[in-house]
């Protein structure tokens, strides 16, 4: 036989490793297939505990809400100053918004809000249904 040419042995050895790695790549392939499948499994619990949570969270901040809510009704006066406050920072931010608008540095300032102000309560005194 010349040089060149494989001995039957020698491809039965070469098949048999061929073989042998054919199987070790399906292993491995199936074993990954299971790590994904836990992995899946997982991932979906996680995101079910997230769930959970966030259903629990938003229980929590609605008690805590009507539990403020329900005691500012019993108490007029820390109603009344909290209400008070809130208008007080909201005249203070639109103030600040105000300022800081060019347009309205070259006119006067206090009339606009006058007239802007009156508009508002007009248009709630027209519209006091909504």
Not at 72 to 96: M, N, P
């Amino acid at each position: 036989m010349p040089k060149g040419v494989p001995k039957a042995a020698e491809l039965e050895k070469e098949q048999e490793r061929i073989l042998k790695e054919e199987k070790k790549i399906e292993d491995e392939t199936k074993e990954l297939l299971e790590v994904s499948t836990e992995v899946k499994k997982l991932v979906r619990a996680d995101i079910q505990i997230d769930k959970q949570e966030e259903k629990l969270e938003e229980k929590e901040a609605t008690d805590i809400q009507r539990f403020a809510i329900h005691n500012l009704k019993h108490h007029k006066i820390i109603l009344t100053f909290v209400i008070f406050i809130a208008v007080i920072l909201v005249w203070r931010g639109v103030w600040t918004i105000m300022d800081g608008i060019s347009i309205f540095t070259y006119t006067s300032t206090s009339i606009i809000a006058l007239v802007v102000g009156i508009g508002v309560l007009w248009l709630l005194k027209k519209f006091d249904r909504l």
